[in-house]
């Protein structure tokens, strides 16, 4: 094992494994316990961004991921600091992204095992708070070994399945010196892939080939493992159409003869479930929001490759279970098939259907349609949308005719509430292209003090506020109910002033069409932290849980 030449302290190989692990942003607030892991980061080539709160450091960790497919870092102080991400840290968790937390706790020498006793910041057991929404909690309890620490917590929420790590650290151990006992962090090599079982495979193969109506269903773990060319080419073989989840949006282009464009909610595609006799799912686990409730019906012969196998099962059993990578498996299955005929013909139905829905939802939901227009107008090819849990960013997570992997954040996990805004300033330090996000007048307001953030660290960030005075989506189930709007009008800031008063670009404009469309392209030229505030009332989309069909 290598060893650090001379003495440093503990926060200093905190940070050079951060640097060994190619990690290039962190986020973070700085509290009285973590401020020598702030030092050591200022002499650091990593880009340190400062949050106005802890939950913020989680969520932009989690954006940047979102966008990048790196792990995202966020840094914490002790007690409520720590509590205070676990909202955002569950989102991550849910929608299984690689964030790692690095928290600090009381200094050891003040800790004593079972016993709470009121040193600043204490809590009886911090990192059990965390255990719930992340893959593992790790805890050290030397400064020798913050660096292996370190470089094994990012190799955890890297390895497949991907999720959030917990680091804890008293803080005493951040200042500590260490000479030649410090170990040196090092990223493990990742595990080399479980060998695809032939048996498995076959079994696969023969259902497939021997199917009349084959579909993909294809999720996110296909999106992180890279498979977009696999599956397309598999569909191609197969003569399958390929129903995408939120977390696959991208993962095949628009306009492929395969792609679905729109979700299973609409019955139109569903119904394309309900015919399938074999149902290939890739990197998925039929979460109850993409099944309305689990009421898509078990199909005849499920074919699941899954990294992980209890992921692949807990919802619909498969006939034939593929704990391997997506790319390799969807890789393997198309060589052991011959192409059929008739590409064509389903490239017309799936040209035909994804029209037909889009015409139908012009003249039901007009203004939704000028929305979801106006934005993939106004978007170059490489630009990101993160959406919040709002009616406009339903519409987007349903229908939005993403261009590549990794272009659109929906909140499919926890369903977090003010996730957008915050996501988007991780996303927009990725550079991987122009970010927008999408929220509420409500769910702006969970993290408006970033706009100091964003004005600070000159963040290119648009963020898009659709103000419609509330909670719309809470006021249409009320209607649905006859109850009163009790709790769902809101008294709102002129979000423009607010904008302005933090030095940030600000305009607005009334609804949603060809004026938005305009303004936003200009926003987004300007390659700097604006704000859209767009007066605007959606009516909800079929994928919604109050407007699924399945009942």
Same mark, same amino acid.
């Given at each position: ?67 990048? !497919? ?44 079972? %016993? ?12 059990a708070m965390f255990a719930p929404v992340v893959k593992r909690t790790l805890r050290v309890t030397k400064a020798a070994v913050l660096g292996r620490a370190v470089a094994e917590a990012v190799a955890e929420a890297l390895a497949l399945p ?6 804890? $650290? ?17 990223l493990p090599a990742r595990a080399a892939a479980l060998p695809l079982d032939d048996k498995h495979l076959e079994r696969a193969a023969v259902l497939l080939e021997r199917s009349r109506r084959p579909l993909v269903w294809a999720g996110g ?9 696999? *599956? ?13 989840? /939120?977390?696959?949006?991208? +993962? ?13 909610? %609409? ?25 309305? !409730? ?47 005929? !008739? ?12 029209? =037909? ?36 960013? /339903? ?16 909140? +499919? ?21 122009? %970010? ?5 007048? =409500? ?25 419609? =005075? ?32 933090? !030095?940030?670009?600000?305009?607005? %404009? ?20 604006? *704000?859209? $505030? ?18």
């Open positions: 094992m290598s060893r650090a030449p001379t003495a440093v302290n503990g926060a200093a190989l905190a940070v050079a494994a951060l640097e060994r692990a190619g990690v290039e942003v962190a986020f973070g607030l700085p509290g009285v316990h973590n401020l020598a892991l702030w030092r050591a980061l200022g002499e650091s080539p990593i880009r340190l961004v400062g949050v106005r709160h802890e939950q913020t450091a989680a969520y932009a960790a989690d954006g940047y991921a979102r966008t990048t !497919g790196r792990v995202g870092v966020a840094l914490t102080t002790t007690g409520p600091g720590a509590a205070n991400t676990l909202a955002a840290v569950g989102e991550a968790w849910a929608s299984r992204q690689p964030v790692l937390v690095i928290a600090t706790d009381i200094p050891a020498r003040l800790r004593r095992p079972g %016993v709470w006793r009121g040193v600043l910041h204490e809590a009886t057991d911090q990192a991907q999720r959030p790590v917990y680091l804890e $650290v008293p803080t005493d151990l951040l200042g500590a010196e260490v000479g030649g006992e410090a170990e040196a962090g090092v773990g296909a999106l992180q493992a890279g498979a977009g060319e696999a *599956v397309a080419a598999l569909a191609e073989r197969l003569v399958a159409p390929v129903i995408l989840t /939120y977390s696959a949006r991208g +993962l095949l282009p628009p306009g492929h003869p395969c792609l679905v464009q729109a979700p299973p909610h %609409v019955a139109a595609v569903g119904a394309l479930w309900d015919e399938a006799d074999v149902v290939l799912a890739v990197g998925t686990d039929f979460d109850g929001m993409m099944t309305q !409730g689990w009421k898509q019906p078990q199909p005849p012969h499920l074919i699941s490759v899954n990294v992980d196998p209890a992921d692949a099962a807990k919802n619909y059993l498969p006939d034939v279970l593929l704990e391997a990578d997506a790319t390799e498996a969807v890789s393997a299955l198309a060589e052991r098939l011959e192409p059929r005929g !008739g590409l064509d013909s389903l490239a017309h139905r799936i040209r035909d259907l994804n029209r =037909g829905i889009r015409a139908a939802y012009k003249e039901s939901d007009p203004d939704a349609i000028a929305f979801l227009d106006a934005i993939e107008r106004a978007l170059p090819p490489d630009a990101a949308v993160v959406c919040d849990m709002c009616i406009p960013g /339903y519409w987007l997570g349903g229908f939005h005719r993403t261009p590549a992997p990794r272009r659109l954040s929906y909140p +499919l996990g926890w369903g977090t509430l003010g996730c957008a805004f915050p996501q988007g300033l991780g996303a927009a330090l990725g550079g991987t292209g122009p %970010v927008v996000s999408i929220s509420g007048d =409500g769910g702006f307001l969970y993290a408006c003090g970033e706009l100091a953030t964003a004005a600070q660290e000159r963040i290119p960030l648009t963020a898009v506020i659709v103000d419609d =005075g509330g909670y719309g989506m809470l006021r249409y189930d009320q209607d649905l109910k006859g109850d009163p709007h009790e709790g769902v009008d809101l008294h709102t800031p002129d979000f423009v002033a607010l904008a302005r008063s933090f !030095g940030v670009r600000a305009d607005e %404009v009334e609804g949603l069409g060809e004026r938005f469309e305009g303004m936003l392209g200009h926003h987004l030229r300007l390659e700097e932290p604006t *704000v859209l $505030v767009a007066r605007a009332a959606l009516g909800p989309p079929p994928n919604v849980s109050p407007r699924w069909y399945r009942r």
